[in-house]
């Protein structure tokens, strides 16, 4: 039986045990997701804000929006939203206007 090469001829029949990934491990991803919809509980440690605003979505059309979010200050939340709206629809953050900024409850 002939040895599997890849591209380059280098011989793969032998995998390195640092690329081989047990089938009990699992993507830990507990107190890593920064968006509400996660399980993870940082029992209180970083406050919530509600970011509340509008964005240009089409010509003359205005659109509204609440994002939720952890984050240590409200300038930290509200840069996390303008760069949530403005990655996701892609708009300039000139066409984005927050009109509030608000701690509150998860």
Request: glycine letters at 8%; aromatic letters at 6%.
């Amino acid at each position: 039986m002939e040895a599997a090469r890849g591209a380059s001829g280098a011989d793969f029949s032998t995998a390195s045990p640092h690329l081989i990934f047990a089938p009990d491990r699992r993507l830990v991803t507990e107190g890593l997701c920064n968006e509400p919809r996660c399980a993870a509980d940082l029992g209180g440690a970083v406050p919530h804000f509600a970011v509340t605003g509008t964005f240009l979505a089409r010509r003359d059309d205005w659109q509204s929006f609440t994002k939720r979010t952890d984050a240590a200050t409200p300038e930290q939340a509200r840069e996390w939203a303008l760069s949530e709206i403005g990655g996701c629809h892609h708009v300039p953050r000139t066409r984005i206007k927050i009109t509030k900024v608000a701690e509150v409850s998860k």
